[in-house]
C-alpha cells in the first residue's frame, strides 16, 4: 500500500498541500517551544564578575510559607549574613572567602558599586593607580585622577579615581569602607565568593556549605552567573512555563488542522474508496494507504520546519527578554534534544490524525461510500454528538464558576479553558449550528442578493453538512481571538479601573537612580501641594495567620507615607488611619482583614520581599477591588527591604484651583536624574505585569490565527475545488461566469456570517462572566477597531479562498474533462 500512497501523492499534490504546511508551521513552533524550555531549564548566565570564585553563595530567593506546599519567590535580592563569612571560612577545603556589597552607583558607563575587596572574585586587575581608599574609586574606563560623580540613593556625590581596572564593564570599585557606609544593610553581603585549595573537590565543598544554613544558596559552575543576576532564577519559571504551554497548545493545534486536512482530503475521495473496497480491498489496506500519506507528507515537512525554528526560537527568546518575560542575560540554548522532541511530536500527530482520518474510510462499505460521495446526510456520529454535549457542558460549567467563584486576574484561570471549551463543543456539533444561524441570515441575504441569493441559500441548505466544515473554521478564528484578546483589554482596563478608583495624585516625581531624600521635604513645602507621600512597590508572604487569600506569587506591597484621608494614597479608609502609617504597621484590604481575622490593633506576621520576617500591627483596613487587592506599609519599611534600597516615586496632589506642574518641574530640573510625570504613568507601571502577560497572549492569538487560517483556506478551497463538475454543469445549461461568481459571492456571504456569528457568540460565552468577574460591568472593554479587524480579516480569508480558486476553474471551458484533483 505504501507504492500506492507515492503514487496518490504524485497526482494528489494539492490535496495534501495543507497538511504539509500545518506539519512545517507546527514543529517550527515546538522545536522553538523546545528551545526555550530547554534555556529555562538550563538558565545559563556566564559568569563575570564573579568568575573566579569557583563557589558563589547566595540568599534563597524564596519562602515556604507555613502550612503550604509550595515555595513562594522572594522577588528582592535576599543577601547573605556577615555573620556567616566565618562559617564558611571554617568549612574543610575552603581557601579564603570574599564578601560582595552590591549597591546602585549611576556614572559615566557605570550602574553598579561594589567594595574593592570583591575586585579578586572577577577578578579585576589594576592597570593603572592603585586601590581605593575612602573618597576615591577605581573604575574601567576613565584616568586616574580624574573627579567622577555618581547618582547614590539619588543625590550626587563625587569620588577621585585612584586606578583603572581590566575586568567587566559597568561596575565601579569604592573602598571597604565607602561601600559599607552606602549600602543600607551593612551587616548583609550581596553574594559571597570562597576560593578552595588547588586540587579541592569542589562539589564536597559545595556540599558542606549548604550544610551549614538551609537559607543558603550554593552555586558552582555555569549557575554562578544567577548570583549576579538574582532576576533570572524568577524568570527561569516563567519562561519554563510559557515554552511548554506554547509547546503543547501548539501541538494539540496542530494535530487538530492536520486531522481536519487529512479527513477533508479522505472526504473528497470517497468515490476512489469506495472503487478500491468494491474490488476487494481490505480496510485494513485503506488505513494504512492513508497512513503512508500521511508519513509520506510529515516527514520532509519537519525536515523543512526545522530551519525557521532555529530562527523562530531565538525570535522568541529576544522577544520574551525585550518584554521582561525573559532575563536578557541568560544564554539561548537549543540542542539536539529540542530538534528530536519536535520531530517526535509532529510525526505522532500526523499518525494520530491519519488513524482519526482513516477510520471511516475504512470500515464504509462500498454501497455506503459512494452515496456519501454523492451527498452527505449524516450530520454526525452519535460519539461525535456525546463529546459535544460534554465539551459544550465543560464550557457551562465553566462559565458559572467564573461568574461566581473567580475573582479579579483570577478569573482568567477558568474563563481561558472554557473558550476552547465553547469552540470545541460547538465545532463537534457544526451542522445543526450552522442550520440554526442559516435560518437567521437566509432571509436578509434572500432579499438583498435575489436570484443568486436563493440560489446559494439552496445550495447551503441542500449541503450543510458540508458547509459546516466551511464555518467552523471561522467561527474558530472569530471565537477564539476576540476572546482572547478583549479579556486582555478587559482585564487591563479593570487593573487600572481599579488602581485610579482612590487614586487622587496629580503628578509624580520619577527616577530610576533614585530620589533624594531631602526631595519629599521640599516638595511637601512648595505653595499649593496639598500632600506628597512616598511610593515604592514589592511583594511579600503573609506568614501567620496562615489563611491569607494570595496565591503562589505572594502579595503585592505598597509602601506609602503616614498621611490623612485626603492624601495621594490610592486607598480609602474603612476604619482606622493611615495617619499612624509608621514603623512596623500595615494597612490591610478590608475582604483580607476578614479573611484574616484581624481588624485594627491586631497583628499579623510577614516576610518581606528580601526575605526578613516582620511583625506588623494593623493600623487601617480599606476598600478595595476583589482580586486586586495590596498591602499597605510604610513606604521606608518597604523600600529598606528591596534590592536597592530606592525610593523611585513620589505622587504629589494638588490644592483645589492649584497648578504645581511647573514648580514641580524646575525643582526637578535641579536634581540629576528626576523627572516629572503625569498620572497615566503610575498608572501604566501598575499595569505592566498585566501588558506583559497580553503581550504573550496575543503572541499565542497569532499563532492559533496562523494555525486556523491554514484551515480555513484549505477547506474553502478544497470544497470549492470539489465542485467542479457543478460549476461545468450551470455554465452548460445557460449559466454565465459572471452568474457563478455571484452565486458564489453569496454562499461566501453565508458563510462568514455564519462563522462570525458563531464565533462572536462564543466570546461572548467566555467574556461575560469573565468581565463580570474582573470588574463591574458584564461588558468587555477594549477599542471596536479589535473585533472588526478580526471579522474583516476572515471575510478576507472566506472570500479569497472561495472565488480565487473558483475564478481558476471557470477558465476552463465546461466541455474541458474535469481533473481528478
Known amino acids: 500500500?505504501?507504492?500506492?500512497?507515492?503514487?496518490?501523492?504524485?497526482?494528489?499534490?494539492?490535496?495534501?498541500?495543507?497538511?504539509?504546511?500545518?506539519?512545517?508551521?507546527?514543529?517550527?513552533?515546538?522545536?522553538?517551544?523546545?528551545?526555550?524550555?530547554?534555556?529555562?531549564?538550563?538558565?545559563?548566565?556566564?559568569?563575570?564578575?564573579?568568575?573566579?570564585?569557583?563557589?558563589?553563595?547566595?540568599?534563597?530567593?524564596?519562602?515556604?510559607?507555613?502550612?503550604?506546599?509550595?515555595?513562594?519567590?522572594?522577588?528582592?535580592?535576599?543577601?547573605?549574613?556577615?555573620?556567616?563569612?566565618?562559617?564558611?571560612?571554617?568549612?574543610?577545603?575552603?581557601?579564603?572567602?570574599?564578601?560582595?556589597?552590591?549597591?546602585?552607583?549611576?556614572?559615566?558607563?557605570?550602574?553598579?558599586?561594589?567594595?574593592?575587596?570583591?575586585?579578586?572574585?572577577?577578578?579585576?586587575?589594576?592597570?593603572?593607580?592603585?586601590?581605593?581608599?575612602?573618597?576615591?574609586?577605581?573604575?574601567?574606563?576613565?584616568?586616574?585622577?580624574?573627579?567622577?560623580?555618581?547618582?547614590?540613593?539619588?543625590?550626587?556625590?563625587?569620588?577621585?579615581?585612584?586606578?583603572?581596572?581590566?575586568?567587566?564593564?559597568?561596575?565601579?570599585l569604592f573602598s571597604d569602607r565607602d561601600a559599607a557606609?552606602?549600602?543600607?544593610?551593612?551587616?548583609?553581603?550581596?553574594?559571597?565568593?570562597?576560593?578552595?585549595?588547588?586540587?579541592?573537590?569542589?562539589?564536597?565543598?559545595?556540599?558542606?556549605?549548604?550544610?551549614?544554613?538551609?537559607?543558603?544558596?550554593?552555586?558552582?559552575?555555569?549557575?554562578?552567573?544567577?548570583?549576579?543576576?538574582?532576576?533570572?532564577?524568577?524568570?527561569?519559571?516563567?519562561?519554563?512555563?510559557?515554552?511548554?504551554?506554547?509547546?503543547?497548545?501548539?501541538?494539540?493545534?496542530?494535530?487538530?488542522?492536520?486531522?481536519?486536512?487529512?479527513?477533508?482530503?479522505?472526504?473528497?475521495?470517497?468515490?476512489?474508496?469506495?472503487?478500491?473496497?468494491?474490488?476487494?480491498?481490505?480496510?485494513?489496506?485503506?488505513?494504512?494507504?492513508?497512513?503512508?500519506?500521511?508519513?509520506?507528507?510529515?516527514?520532509?515537512?519537519?525536515?523543512l520546519g526545522a530551519v525557521p525554528a532555529v530562527f523562530l526560537g531565538r525570535f522568541l527568546f529576544d522577544q520574551l527578554g525585550s518584554h521582561g518575560v525573559a532575563s536578557p542575560v541568560v544564554e539561548f540554548s537549543q540542542?539536539?534534544?529540542?530538534?528530536?522532541?519536535?520531530?517526535?511530536?509532529?510525526?505522532?500527530?500526523?499518525?494520530?490524525?491519519?488513524?482519526?482520518?482513516?477510520?471511516?474510510?475504512?470500515?464504509?462499505?462500498?454501497?455506503?461510500?459512494?452515496?456519501?460521495?454523492?451527498?452527505?446526510?449524516?450530520?454526525?456520529?452519535?460519539?461525535?454528538?456525546?463529546?459535544?454535549?460534554?465539551?459544550?457542558g465543560g464550557g457551562l460549567a465553566l462559565l458559572i464558576v467564573t461568574a461566581t467563584v473567580m475573582t479579579g486576574p483570577l478569573a482568567g484561570a477558568t474563563a481561558g479553558p472554557s473558550i476552547l471549551c465553547w469552540a470545541i463543543g460547538v465545532a463537534l456539533l457544526g451542522p445543526f449550528w450552522t442550520k440554526l444561524v442559516l435560518m437567521l441570515w437566509r432571509w436578509p441575504m434572500q432579499a438583498l442578493t435575489r436570484i443568486n441569493g436563493r440560489l446559494a441559500i439552496r445550495n447551503v441548505s441542500a449541503r450543510s453538512v458540508a458547509m459546516s466544515a466551511a464555518v467552523m473554521p471561522v467561527m474558530l478564528a472569530v471565537g477564539i481571538s476576540t476572546a482572547n484578546l478583549y479579556m486582555q483589554t478587559t482585564q487591563v482596563h479593570a487593573a487600572s479601573e481599579a488602581f485610579t478608583r482612590d487614586l487622587r495624585a496629580d503628578a509624580v516625581l520619577v527616577s530610576s537612580a533614585g530620589l533624594p531624600s531631602s526631595l519629599l521635604d521640599q516638595v511637601r513645602a512648595m505653595p499649593g501641594v496639598a500632600s506628597a507621600s512616598a511610593f515604592v512597590r514589592s511583594a511579600g508572604v503573609i506568614d501567620e495567620p496562615r489563611n491569607a487569600p494570595f496565591d503562589e506569587d505572594g502579595a503585592p506591597l505598597l509602601g506609602v507615607d503616614a498621611q490623612d484621608a485626603n492624601g495621594t494614597a490610592p486607598v480609602r479608609s474603612t476604619s482606622g488611619s493611615l495617619l499612624g502609617l509608621t514603623g512596623s504597621t500595615v494597612a490591610l484590604p478590608e475582604y483580607v482583614a476578614q479573611k484574616l481575622d484581624r481588624g485594627v490593633g491586631s497583628e499579623i506576621g510577614m516576610t518581606l520581599g528580601d526575605g526578613t520576617p516582620a511583625k506588623l500591627r494593623v493600623v487601617a483596613t480599606f476598600a478595595a477591588e476583589r482580586g486586586y487587592e495590596s498591602i499597605i506599609?510604610?513606604?521606608?519599611?518597604?523600600?529598606?527591604?528591596?534590592?536597592?534600597?530606592?525610593?523611585?516615586?513620589?505622587?504629589?496632589?494638588?490644592?483645589?484651583?492649584?497648578?504645581?506642574?511647573?514648580?514641580?518641574?524646575?525643582?526637578?530640573?535641579?536634581?540629576?536624574?528626576?523627572?516629572?510625570?503625569?498620572?497615566?504613568?503610575?498608572?501604566?507601571?501598575?499595569?505592566?505585569?498585566?501588558?506583559?502577560?497580553?503581550?504573550?497572549?496575543?503572541?499565542?492569538?497569532?499563532m492559533l490565527i496562523a494555525y486556523t487560517a491554514v484551515s480555513v483556506v484549505n477547506t474553502l478551497v478544497s470544497t470549492t475545488l470539489r465542485r467542479r463538475r457543478e460549476f461545468a454543469l450551470q455554465r452548460l445549461t445557460g449559466s454565465t461566469r459572471a452568474q457563478v461568481l455571484r452565486m458564489l459571492t453569496a454562499e461566501s456571504t453565508l458563510i462568514w456570517l455564519t462563522g462570525i456569528t458563531l464565533g462572536t457568540l462564543v466570546a461572548l460565552a467566555c467574556l461575560i462572566p469573565f468581565s463580570a468577574a474582573v470588574s463591574t460591568s458584564p461588558l468587555p472593554t477594549g477599542p471596536l477597531w479589535i473585533f472588526l479587524l478580526i471579522i474583516g480579516a476572515a471575510g478576507l480569508l472566506t472570500f479569497t479562498s472561495t472565488l480565487l480558486p473558483a475564478t481558476t476553474t471557470l477558465r476552463r471551458s465546461p466541455t474541458h474533462p474535469t481533473p481528478t484533483d
Open 633 to 702: 506599609l510604610p513606604a521606608s519599611l518597604v523600600a529598606a527591604h528591596t534590592t536597592d534600597g530606592l525610593t523611585k516615586q513620589v505622587l504629589v496632589r494638588s490644592a483645589p484651583g492649584s497648578d504645581v506642574r511647573p514648580a514641580l518641574a524646575a525643582l526637578a530640573a535641579k536634581h540629576p536624574g528626576v523627572q516629572l510625570a503625569d498620572r497615566e504613568a503610575l498608572v501604566a507601571a501598575n499595569a505592566e505585569d498585566l501588558q506583559t502577560q497580553a503581550w504573550i497572549n496575543y503572541m499565542l492569538v497569532g
Open 181 to 303: 557606609r552606602i549600602v543600607d544593610h551593612p551587616t548583609r553581603f550581596a553574594d559571597v565568593g570562597v576560593l578552595v585549595a588547588p586540587g579541592t573537590d569542589v562539589e564536597a565543598v559545595k556540599d558542606r556549605i549548604a550544610a551549614l544554613d538551609a537559607g543558603l544558596t550554593v552555586r558552582t559552575g555555569i549557575d554562578r552567573g544567577l548570583a549576579e543576576h538574582p532576576g533570572g532564577e524568577s524568570q527561569r519559571v516563567a519562561l519554563i512555563s510559557i515554552a511548554g504551554s506554547f509547546g503543547g497548545i501548539a501541538t494539540m493545534t496542530m494535530m487538530f488542522v492536520v486531522a481536519s486536512t487529512l479527513a477533508l482530503a479522505a472526504q473528497h475521495r470517497q468515490r476512489e474508496f469506495a472503487l478500491l473496497r468494491g474490488i476487494g480491498t481490505t480496510p485494513g489496506q485503506v488505513r494504512r494507504m492513508i497512513l503512508g500519506e500521511a508519513l509520506l507528507v510529515s516527514l520532509p515537512a519537519v525536515l
Open 1 to 172: 500500500m505504501m507504492r500506492l500512497a507515492v503514487r496518490t501523492l504524485r497526482f494528489r499534490k494539492g490535496g495534501f498541500v495543507a497538511t504539509f504546511v500545518a506539519v512545517v508551521f507546527g514543529t517550527a513552533i515546538v522545536m522553538a517551544c523546545g528551545g526555550l524550555m530547554e534555556t529555562g531549564i538550563r538558565s545559563n548566565v556566564a559568569p563575570q564578575r564573579l568568575a573566579a570564585a569557583p563557589i558563589v553563595v547566595t540568599g534563597n530567593q524564596s519562602h515556604l510559607r507555613p502550612g503550604a506546599d509550595e515555595a513562594t519567590p522572594l522577588p528582592e535580592r535576599v543577601g547573605v549574613p556577615a555573620s556567616t563569612v566565618a562559617r564558611i571560612r571554617s568549612v574543610e577545603g575552603v581557601s579564603a572567602v570574599v564578601g560582595d556589597y552590591t549597591f546602585a552607583a549611576s556614572g559615566p558607563g557605570v550602574t553598579e558599586g561594589h567594595n574593592w575587596s570583591s575586585a579578586a572574585l572577577a577578578p579585576y586587575r589594576l592597570t593603572s593607580g592603585r586601590a581605593p581608599r575612602v573618597g576615591e574609586v577605581v573604575t574601567t574606563g576613565a584616568r586616574v585622577g580624574d573627579q567622577v560623580t555618581f547618582l547614590i540613593k539619588g543625590e550626587p556625590a563625587t569620588f577621585t579615581v585612584s586606578g583603572l581596572a581590566d575586568g567587566p564593564a559597568g561596575h565601579a
Open 335 to 392: 540542542g539536539w534534544i529540542p530538534f528530536a522532541a519536535g520531530a517526535g511530536a509532529a510525526v505522532l500527530a500526523a499518525i494520530g490524525a491519519a488513524l482519526l482520518a482513516a477510520r471511516k474510510s475504512a470500515k464504509i462499505r462500498p454501497v455506503e461510500a459512494l452515496m456519501e460521495a454523492s451527498l452527505q446526510r449524516k450530520w454526525f456520529s452519535w460519539v461525535r454528538l456525546l463529546f459535544g454535549l460534554l465539551f459544550l
